[in-house]
């Protein structure tokens, strides 16, 4: 499936500020299942973009606004053509072992709760079974609703307390539930490409003995398809977060949809691009 | 130098300016309130002394009508109370957090100044003082801001550390000065009744020792005290340290030394030149003429985009 | 518990030798003059705001730390055996950081438990082949040193991130030449006060960039930081800036500072920050205290910081204990300097042991620093044993414990006159590019409450002069 995504960020600050500092993660990386056709990011000011790769493999891009501004946005664009792989993630830059991923964090914090839903779950000899029990039974614990407006994905511990929240915090619970059970886990925010419009989507990567990477959505019980761009990996949803600055509300806008029409006019677009 | 440590410099200067004019706003009041009513008249030297110390809607806020303040208000309010940011107290505790943001910039005499008066500044009560007590704290704070003042003079090395903090001192002192005049304006307008009385006496000898110039007064002008003698003294005659004309040619040597260092000028040594030149070419007649309180309302909107400009330019 | 070892008069009363000088001039001078002495020593560190904040209490915001007045003498040839020890130490650490954020060869050998790193709050991902100048690591050590006898002296504790008490060396050296010149005219005390000119060396030597004069900074958290004092004395004694993460900001990957000559480019950083506040769009979002960026500026090669980041992950109680083998592993070298013996909790057979000699061991925190939320067996009463046993079986992982060592004392003044009290050593050791640098002496810390064993100025622990005798 060719995925044709759109994804802007306007990032406001207090008015009259300088040098305001910048990072994204906004840069999807081929691999097995996932092509990037083309991808371009482009901003409302001048200033030079630094590429960087962080410690996770994530292509990043630095940059400062001398302002004075009030705003900063940043806009990608681009299309990724993916194939259905059954959830299973091959040929990533691994800049790390897996053993990594056991760590938790404080937004993957395991609390008494989360000890106590992640052993309330049936065993299973077999791994893939469990990773796929403890999808079943986080489904079913927490439901997905819209996101919190302000302040990111809720915490693992505040998630499964209020039996709601975004994909970003649906996916904090499993990781640290799948962390306290043994799986490395992942934090991979991206796109899902379904209906007409499509959006920004968190999920997790779990890390199966002799199998790897599987990629699991609790919110929608389900593991990644073809529908699904990953963008970037973490330890949780702020390591991954597409923008960070020390700005105040921050405003996004995504488009992921099926582009198999041919897109000439975005090709034309990206010709001006530097 | 860092702007930091410049803003730190200058911010210290200022603050301990500031003690230091509140203390003689203290001392005049109690003077002037202690005068027996025929001499002074009727109006509240409290209540002005809050109102030059420019913290009037605080304190209405918390004790009720200027017109009622009452003296233990006031003084506990101007001196020591913490919720007035402006009191004796806060100014001595910000000029040492300033100063010990920079205490790489002060010499050890500056430190041991501000360190030594904000250790002492603990044995004075936080409950309302006796009289006795008052004017041994007013005179604390005088002689501290003498002793930075003198502690600056003669140890510092004369770079732009040095100028910038004598830009504050300046800066605040022109403010201080302005305000006093501000407050008391009416009193030195000709069209006031009963001029040459006791009354004005007292208001006027009140205006000049508010700022040490009662003594110098007489002899600038072998004169008696006169209200458009007052003005000139304070506004436009150089010798008087604490007139806006002393204070701008001291403001705008350093800004210019400043630029001299830095090789480049600005918009502040642009804005203080302009206003010397201002406090130079006039004459305390045609201040009068045009109209004293317009003059003085708009020279402290002045000073104010000074300190903005000097901000702008260096300190962030 | 055996009775301690005092470096003046030894077990038996038999003063040494290196002590006998200053043994005669104390017992020939009265009490009040030494009592007085202190008096003085005590406002000198007041008039110049030596003070320290004790988090956590209130009115206390700014207090002293006590100064004992009786120096702590060491050998020549102790110091030169230590300083080996020292410099061998710190080698090791900066090695097996390196290793930590690179090849992780000492994890694939089974040296060390992978989880011991990658599970450590003080390991940082971001830090994942980010190349440091030089391949250095840990500029500025802290290494702790306790003499249980003439023979031995043993690491207590490796101080990795941003080790403090330096100032204290140098200021405590300031106020005995002025109040004791007579006792140094007796002794051949060798200097410590090149320390600033050594720390400035360090820190020139790791610029990035040649080229050009590197501009050095230290960076504080600011006034309300309990070490702020040395922060500032420090800056002022290298004659670099004192900065706060306001006053730098990030252009184009490259860090600035503001001036009043406008933005000025700096090339190290000495950071007296944690990590976790160094760059809110690194770490913790909600830190005013850092600098936004600067961790893209750092990862593009054009500043350096010292420490650099995730040297943490080097220094915990748990790492110390396999700091014998890392040291093997990586330099092929026997240490010269011992670890205490340390019990890992994390492990079954060791967690059995502890639990059932708590009474005698000392149990501690493997995060922990300060000396909070450790248990002193011997000094501790039934109930407060059995509620720490709690805790240990709750969490093992998070404790070592060790024995309770007899540490040396040293001859302290007191309220009832000079007596022995327990003290342990902090040598402070410069690495740069160029070489390693120990000025000889370091901070000697001293319980200064009878039979205590705890030195931290947070519980009321002093400090004295450290003399390494030059002949």
């Known amino acids: 499936m060719r995925v044709r995504i759109r994804h802007e960020i306007t990032q406001h600050f207090e008015p009259g500020s300088r040098n305001l500092s910048v990072t994204v993660r906004l840069t999807p990386r081929s691999h097995e299942g996932q092509f990037v056709q083309r991808w371009t990011l482009d901003l409302d000011s001048d200033c030079r973009l630094y590429p960087q790769e962080d410690a996770f493999g994530n292509l990043c891009h630095a940059f400062t606004v001398e302002g004075p501004a009030e705003k900063v946005a940043v806009m990608a664009e681009g299309e990724v053509e993916t194939t259905d792989t059954t959830g299973i993630v091959r040929g990533t830059v691994e800049p790390f072992p897996a053993a990594l991923y056991l760590r938790q964090t404080d937004l993957t914090h395991p609390t008494d709760d989360i000890i106590a839903f992640a052993d309330a779950i049936a065993r299973s000899k077999d791994p893939l079974i469990q990773a796929h029990t403890l999808m079943v039974a986080l489904h079913e614990a927490v439901s997905e609703g819209e996101g919190s407006a302000l302040g990111g994905p809720l915490a693992a511990a505040d998630a499964l307390a209020a039996k709601k929240a975004c994909s970003g915090g649906i996916a904090h619970v499993f990781t640290s539930a799948a962390r306290h059970l043994g799986f490395p886990a992942r934090h991979i925010s991206g796109y899902l490409a379904v209906d007409d419009v499509g959006a920004a989507r968190h999920w997790a990567e779990l890390h199966v003995p002799k199998i790897g990477w599987v990629a699991f959505d609790c919110g929608r019980n389900l593991c990644a398809t073809e529908n699904y761009v990953r963008l970037a990996v973490g330890l949780d949803a702020l390591a991954v977060a597409p923008l960070r600055s020390t700005g105040a509300d921050c405003l996004e806008k995504v488009t992921a949809c099926d582009g198999r029409a041919p897109p000439r006019l975005a090709q034309a677009q990206s010709q001006s691009q530097n | ?316 | 518990m055996r009775q301690a070892f005092d470096e003046m008069s030894s077990i038996d009363g038999q003063v040494r030798p290196a002590y006998e000088t200053l043994q005669h001039w104390l017992s020939s001078v009265p009490q009040d003059v030494l009592a007085h002495r202190r008096q003085e020593a005590e406002y000198i560190f007041r008039r110049i705001g030596i003070t320290f904040a004790v988090y956590g209490e209130q009115n206390a915001q700014e207090r002293l730390i006590p100064f004992d007045i009786v120096p702590r003498i060491i050998t020549k040839d102790e110091w030169s055996r230590l300083s080996k020890g020292l410099e061998q130490r710190v080698k090791a650490l900066n090695h097996y950081i390196r290793d930590v954020y690179t090849k992780r060869e000492v994890l694939r050998a089974g040296v060390v438990p992978e989880d011991l790193v990658y599970k450590n709050p003080a390991f940082r991902p971001e830090m994942n082949g980010q190349r440091v100048p030089h391949d250095l690591y840990v500029h500025i050590a802290g290494i702790d040193i306790v003499r249980t006898d003439p023979d031995t002296f043993y690491v207590l504790e490796d101080n990795a991130r941003t080790p403090s008490g330096v100032s204290y060396m140098l200021e405590n050296r300031e106020i005995m030449l002025r109040l004791f010149p007579e006792l140094f005219s007796m002794h051949k005390v060798a200097p410590v006060e090149n320390y600033a000119d050594d720390l400035l060396a360090t820190l020139r030597s790791l610029s990035p960039n040649g080229g050009h004069e590197p501009n050095v900074a230290i960076l504080t958290p600011g006034i309300y930081n309990s070490a702020y004092y040395e922060h500032s004395f420090l800056a002022d004694k290298l004659g670099v800036d004192l900065v706060e993460g306001r006053d730098l900001f990030v252009k184009d990957c490259t860090v600035y500072m503001r001036t009043t000559e406008g933005p000025k480019r700096v090339d190290v950083i000495y950071r007296r920050l944690d990590d976790d506040f160094l760059d809110p769009l690194a770490f913790r979002p909600d830190s005013v205290l850092g600098v936004p960026g600067l961790m893209s500026a750092y990862r593009a090669g054009n500043v350096t910081l010292t420490n650099a980041v995730g040297t943490g992950v080097a220094d915990d109680k748990a790492v110390y204990s396999y700091m014998p083998e890392i040291i093997r592993f990586y330099l092929g070298e026997e240490p010269l300097l011992p670890n205490v013996p340390t019990w890992r909790c994390r492990e079954a057979d060791h967690l059995k042991y502890v639990l059932e000699h708590l009474p005698d061991l000392v149990v501690k925190e493997v995060h922990g620093s300060g000396g909070y939320g450790m248990l002193v067996g011997p000094a501790a009463d039934k109930m407060q044993i059995e509620k720490f046993r709690e805790k240990l079986i709750a969490d093992p992982d998070n404790f070592i414990a060790q024995p309770t060592l007899a540490l040396s004392t040293c001859p302290t003044l007191v309220e009832k006159g000079i007596a022995p009290r327990h003290v342990d050593l902090r040598p402070f050791i410069l690495s740069g590019s160029d070489k390693v640098r120990i000025v000889p002496g370091g901070l000697t810390r001293v319980a200064m409450k009878e039979g205590s064993l705890v030195v931290n100025s947070s519980q009321g622990g002093g400090t004295k002069d450290t003399w390494v005798l030059d002949a």
Not at chain 2, 35 to 61: H, I, K, Q, R
Not at chain 2, 264 to 270: M, W
């Open chain 2, 1 to 316: 130098m860092l702007s930091r440590t410049a803003d730190n410099l200058y911010w210290l200067s200022r603050y301990v300016e500031r003690a230091d004019c509140l203390a003689r706003i203290l001392d005049v009041s109690q003077r002037l309130a202690y005068t027996p009513v025929t001499y002074g008249g009727s109006t509240n030297e409290w209540g002005s002394a809050v109102l030059t110390a420019g913290c009037a809607d605080m304190f209405t806020e918390r004790y009720g009508p200027l017109d009622d303040a009452k003296e233990e208000d006031v003084v506990s309010f101007l001196a020591f109370a913490p919720e007035n940011p402006a009191s004796i107290r806060n100014c001595f505790e910000v000029a040492r957090t300033n100063a010990r943001s920079v205490r790489t910039a002060l010499t050890s005499e500056m430190w041991d100044v501000i360190n030594s008066a904000w250790i002492e500044l603990r044995n004075f009560p936080n409950r309302s003082l006796t009289r006795d007590e008052l004017s041994r704290f007013l005179a604390f704070v005088k002689e501290t801001s003498l002793r930075f003042d003198g502690a600056t003079f003669r140890t510092m090395l004369r770079n732009d550390g040095y100028w910038f903090a004598r830009s504050g001192a300046q800066l605040e002192r022109s403010d201080n000065t302005a305000r006093i005049l501000d407050v008391k304006y009416h009193v030195l307008l000709p069209e006031k009744e009963h001029v040459g009385g006791p009354l004005d006496y007292f208001q006027w000898a009140s205006i000049l020792r508010s700022v040490s110039a009662l003594t110098a007064f007489h002899w600038v002008y072998r004169d008696s005290v006169k209200p458009w003698l007052v003005a000139d003294l304070l506004i436009l005659n150089r010798q008087m340290p604490r007139s806006l004309a002393a204070c701008y040619d001291s403001l705008a040597r350093n800004l210019d030394d400043i630029a001299s260092a830095y090789g480049r000028q600005g918009p502040s040594q642009r804005l203080a030149r302009s206003m010397l030149a201002r406090l130079s070419n006039r004459s305390i007649e045609d201040i009068f003429q045009a109209g004293l309180h317009e003059f003085i309302s708009e020279f402290i909107s002045d000073n104010n985009k000074l300190g903005a400009a000097i901000t702008e330019q260096y300190l962030t």
